[in-house]
Each structure stands twice: as structure tokens, then as C-alpha cells.
């Protein structure tokens, strides 16, 4: 009788520990469950998808970028960073193997349409027929002999940002380019115009940011002759200078790309940063006379980090210009399907 006993309050209190177990066991999964299904809800970063960050600033450029937005059903590019070589200030003008360190020209993002402002931006169709597309560099004189730069960004435009950035262009009497998406324009069509008729260039950045080394000729043509037939809608530009997505290029690119390609000497990182003083500091550091500077049109940080660069410039004595006012001051040529550093 007594043995019995023994083994009742033995099966007894295995029962219980048993119980234990699976009570604390359930508290464990509800946890982990609750911590997925509501998140995190103090980090706001971009995911795979790309989306929006911290700031509520648009994710730069998928250039980001180096050369960092909300999709809304536009193709969606490829969020793995692709690196591309960015050579040193002297490096050779023309295509080349380029030797220079490897540097990511954009941030996992780029390519779509922002839900954050002005979605309801009024758009006006420019009249291709008029060949008096914009004026205002009809009086500008760039002189061969002193030294100049060329400031350029990529992935706009976006009106919070862009339209600082050509205030400060304006105050200094400066120029700079801008390699737009192509399906960025039906949104931005208005501020666009606003970039071109300031005499600014408007250089061609793609459809949708994918990688043209992996696509075939067909995708090829129609990253880079929709967006240019896009961004002509806006403003007549004619033929726009291409800034192949992340840099990359290949001798498949080259072949099927009928414009000069632009790429850079000096990477901001300013998608990276989102701090004025270290993309101020980065190019007092490295910029020299012929430099093609990368920052992008889609972060305040940039626009901040322009109205300390610009007037810097102008006191070192360099004239800021265009690519295009740059590449003609200093007698050289631009050939279709080859890319260019800088203008050394």
C-alpha cells in the first residue's frame, strides 16, 4: 500500500513538472509570435523591398549610391547592391578597364514613384516643336583657362529636395546636371521642367534603376530610349546623356546605348551619410579641376550639404558647370557608348 502511494505522488509530480514545462514552452511561442506579427516599431529602415526610412526621407538611391521610395506598381529593381569601379580624380576620361577602389553607386530602393509628397503635382507637357527649349545659359561665359567642376544627381527629381538644390544653383550663378528616372517623370514632370529651364542639363538615369549588364539588347533599349522619350515629354533635351544604373557597363551596354555614358570621379556617399558636413567634406577633400561629382536630388542632407559646397567652389575659384559645358570647354569630343570619369 505504502509503495503505491509512492508511485501515485511520483507520477503525481512528474505530471506537474510536465505541466510546467509546457506552460513556460507556450509563453516562449507566444512572445516570439507577438514580436513578429505587430514589429518593431522604432526602426522604420527600408527592407528588401525598399520602402521608406527613419526620416520619412524616400530610401535613396536601389545610386545610389552610390549613388537610395514607395513602389506603386512601377517595375521594381534589383535591391542587391551592384559595385561598379569609380577610378581615382586623374583617371582616363574614355572607357577603360578602371582601376580605381570599388564603391556601390546606390542604396537598395531606388526606381519608383515616392508616396511621401507631391503625388499630386501637376504635370505640363512641353511642346517639342519649340526649339527655344530654355535661355538661361545663352549668356554664360565658361573660360577654358580657369578651373571648373561638374556637380551632378542622380534618382530625382524630387521636389522637397531638387528645388532647394536649384536655389543654390541660382544664387551662385552655378549649373549642375541631373540624371533623372524615367519613371519618376510623369510625378515630377513640372519640377523637372523647373530643372531645365534654370539652364541646368538633364541627363538620363534609366526607366527603373535595373542593371543594363544583365539585361538583352531589347531591355537595354528600353531602360534607356523610354526614359529618354519620357523625359523629352517635359523638356527638350534631344538625345540625354546616360548614367548607366550603379556604374556598370559592359561591351554589350556599349554596343546598344547610342549616347555618351557619365559616370564620376568623386563619390559623396551622401546616400549613405545623410550628413551635410561629411559630403562637404568629401569633396573638398577629393574634388580637382575636371571632376564629375555623384550626390542624388533625394535627401535634405544633400540639399544642405549643396548650399555649403557651392559657395566653397566658387571661392576656390571654380566655375560650376554642366557635363556638357564642361566637357566643351575643355575641347573634348563625347563618343556614343563610352563612358567618362571626368573631363581630364
Wanted: proline share 6%; net charge negative; with cysteine.
Amino acid at each position: 500500500m505504502r509503495r503505491r502511494r509512492r508511485r501515485n505522488r511520483k507520477l503525481l509530480y512528474a505530471l506537474q513538472i510536465s505541466w510546467i514545462v509546457l506552460a513556460i514552452t507556450a509563453t516562449i511561442v507566444i512572445i516570439t509570435q507577438s514580436s513578429k506579427w505587430f514589429g518593431n516599431g522604432d526602426n522604420a529602415e527600408v527592407n528588401a523591398a525598399g520602402t521608406i526610412d527613419n526620416n520619412g526621407e524616400p530610401n535613396g538611391p536601389t545610386d545610389q549610391d552610390s549613388s537610395g521610395d514607395i513602389h506603386t506598381g512601377t517595375p521594381t529593381p534589383e535591391v542587391t547592391i551592384t559595385p561598379t569601379v569609380s577610378p581615382e580624380g586623374s583617371g582616363n576620361q574614355a572607357e577603360g578597364d578602371g582601376t580605381g577602389q570599388v564603391t556601390p553607386s546606390i542604396t537598395p530602393g531606388v526606381g519608383d514613384n515616392d508616396e511621401t509628397t507631391n503625388q499630386g503635382e501637376t504635370t505640363t507637357p512641353v511642346d517639342n516643336d519649340d526649339s527655344s527649349a530654355s535661355t538661361s545659359n545663352s549668356d554664360r561665359v565658361i573660360d577654358p583657362d580657369k578651373p571648373m567642376v561638374a556637380l551632378t544627381f542622380d534618382d530625382g527629381p524630387y521636389p522637397p529636395v531638387t528645388k532647394r538644390i536649384l536655389e543654390t544653383l541660382e544664387k551662385n550663378d552655378a549649373r549642375a546636371t541631373f540624371f533623372v528616372m524615367g519613371n519618376r517623370v510623369d510625378t515630377y514632370g513640372d519640377t523637372l521642367k523647373l530643372v531645365h529651364d534654370a539652364g541646368n542639363q538633364i541627363g538620363n538615369h534609366s526607366y527603373s534603376h535595373k542593371d543594363l549588364t544583365k539585361l538583352d539588347q531589347k531591355g537595354i533599349e528600353h531602360e534607356v530610349d523610354y526614359s529618354n522619350e519620357l523625359i523629352n515629354e517635359k523638356a527638350n533635351v534631344g538625345d540625354a546623356y546616360l548614367r548607366p544604373p550603379y556604374g556598370a557597363k559592359s561591351e554589350k551596354v556599349s554596343q546598344y546605348v547610342k549616347v555618351p555614358m557619365i559616370a564620376w570621379c568623386v563619390d559623396t556617399l551622401d546616400w549613405q551619410s545623410r550628413d551635410k558636413n561629411k559630403v562637404f567634406e568629401e569633396v573638398k577633400r577629393s574634388v580637382s579641376d575636371g571632376a564629375i561629382v555623384l550626390m542624388h536630388d533625394l535627401y535634405p542632407s544633400t540639399a544642405d550639404a549643396i548650399e555649403l559646397i557651392v559657395p566653397w567652389l566658387v571661392k576656390q575659384g571654380y566655375q560650376v558647370v554642366t557635363v556638357e559645358e564642361m566637357f566643351k570647354a575643355k575641347g573634348i569630343e563625347l563618343e556614343p557608348g563610352k563612358i567618362y570619369y571626368n573631363a581630364k
